[in-house]
């Protein structure tokens, strides 16, 4: 039966409380992004009822309504006509959810907003690493060797994407730079040149920072009597993020300032000179402590007690997605993966957390009577799987309750187990399934363990609790 998209909007619009109620209004591939005036004027049961509906959620100020792809444009083109607004963007959006939120909701979205950009190539990297492990990975396939090892003619090919692979985190400074000098409105370019700058080849890498400390041949500049290090930073994260926000203010500044005939010579000139003598001088040397300490310190938790840190992680990554607070871990992973610890021992257990997700989501379809939530359940619960938890924690689990208890203790178990046994991740990858690519080759036997009790537990745990307790709030 076609959908008469005109009378789902008019059906829309009346479950949240009208054209009135309505801050702001976009979409995104399978959901309504509103930010209502008060959400408790929606109603929830008449909202879900309607076949066009396969859920709703709120977070982070958004009340979101889950509809498909291929009808959410349609359903948002005719509630615009409607209502007789423009059509906005999920950055607009976002902007005006952002202002309802408190200082710590802020700095997030900032961290959140520099990050979630450049993911697409991190994630493409890790894939791709995950492939040259695949490849130079010995015990996968064979006893002892890899299989490069037993079949040289591939040598060439997994060195070609070593290559590829690598590039994305060996100048993953100018991606932070261009992310976050584009988030606090300066340039992107003159971004991606500060980021370069930081990992200039004459500057000694700072990976070899600390044989070069022990040997006490740490080159510097004098200037003027002041000794600056010639340090590069190559894999740190606050270094490049610190500086970028203060190259995108200073260059604000001057554009307000100097007449628009004068640009070209003199704003990014100023601009680039000032914060690079700036982070050689204090920034960097600063911020490059920090981020440090902050690594060296989850390091030496999850090596003096990684039953304990890895079943608290586990435990706390759901609900710090409901918070938003996760993406602040993002910073603490590739400083893991690219700053010389080896591997990042918290991304699989993120990975582990959404696959849990999943399977209490994928439980709750064979325990709901309602239509609407059936469909939701299952398609959010793949959608966890392959790393986008929001549709199945909003949209399923945190409504029940239960499932979500049983996907955090689930992932809490996990992490415990891999934690012990030192399970690390080469990169950031897909935080699902297919994130296995990314564990170092030698823990695949140990993860899969660990997704083996993500996949099961939370699963049964739900389905067992749904079929024999049967609560009221599955029959509304």
């Not at 740190?236 to 007449?259: D, G, M, N, T």
């Not at 021992?345 to 989501?361: E, K, M, R, T, V």
């Not at 499932?403 to 046994?421: D, K, N, R, T, V």
Request: hydrophobic residues 50%; contains cysteine.
């Amino acid at each position: 039966m076609a959908v008469n998209y005109k009378k789902s909007a008019e059906q829309i619009l009346s479950a949240i409380g009208g054209e009135e109620n309505i801050s702001s209004a976009t979409h995104c591939v399978t959901r309504l992004r509103l930010i209502l005036n008060d959400e408790e004027k929606v109603d929830t049961k008449a909202l879900e009822s309607l076949d066009v509906v396969k859920g709703t959620f709120s977070a982070n100020g958004q009340f979101q309504i889950i509809l498909g792809n291929g009808v959410v444009d349609k359903v948002y083109k005719e509630m615009m006509a409607l209502t007789g607004r423009e059509e906005e963007s999920k950055d607009d959006v976002k902007e005006a959810a952002a202002k309802k939120g408190n200082p710590l909701q802020r700095a997030i979205k900032v961290l959140a907003d520099v990050f979630i950009p450049i993911l697409p190539a991190i994630v493409t990297a890790g894939l791709l690493m995950g492939l040259n492990n695949v490849l130079t990975g010995a015990d996968i396939f064979y006893d002892n060797a890899s299989i490069i090892d037993v079949h040289p003619q591939w040598t060439d090919f997994a060195d070609i994407i070593q290559v590829i692979a690598s590039t994305a985190f060996t100048f993953l400074p100018a991606l932070i730079g261009w992310s976050a000098v584009k988030r606090f409105g300066g340039s992107p370019l003159l971004g991606i040149v500060l980021g370069l700058i930081l990992v200039n080849p004459d500057l000694l890498s700072a990976w070899n920072y600390g044989s070069a400390r022990e040997a006490g041949e740490i080159p510097v500049w004098n200037l003027f009597g002041l000794e600056i290090q010639q340090l590069g930073y190559q894999g740190q994260v606050l270094p490049v993020f610190v500086a970028s926000i203060i190259l995108a203010k200073i260059e604000v500044f001057l554009r307000k300032r100097i007449p628009d005939a004068l640009h070209l010579l003199t704003v990014a000139p100023i601009a680039l000179l000032i914060t690079s003598f700036l982070t050689f001088i204090a920034i960097g040397p600063l911020t490059f402590a920090i981020g440090n300490g902050i690594a060296d310190g989850f390091i030496w938790l999850f090596g003096a007690v990684p039953a304990i840190a890895g079943f608290l992680y586990g435990i706390i990554y759901g609900p710090l997605v409901i918070t938003g607070m996760h993406h602040t871990f993002l910073a603490v992973d590739l400083q893991l993966t690219t700053g010389g610890a080896g591997g990042t021992f918290l991304w699989p257990i993120l990975a582990l957390s959404n696959i849990a997700q999943g399977s209490a989501a994928f439980a709750m379809y064979f325990v709901l009577k309602n239509k609407n939530l059936k469909g939701l359940a299952s398609t959010s619960g793949l959608s966890a799987w392959l790393g986008i938890t929001e549709p199945a924690l909003f949209g399923v689990n945190l409504r029940f309750r239960f499932p979500f208890l049983a996907a955090i203790i689930s992932s809490g178990i996990a992490g415990m187990f891999i934690s012990i046994q030192n399970v690390l991740a080469t990169s950031v990858g897909v935080g699902g399934v297919p994130g296995i690519v990314s564990i170092q080759p030698g823990s695949w036997g140990a993860f899969a363990i660990g997704m083996a009790i993500v996949i099961l537990l939370p699963f049964i745990i739900t389905f067992l609790y749904g079929k024999i307790r049967n609560p009221k709030s599955l029959h509304e």
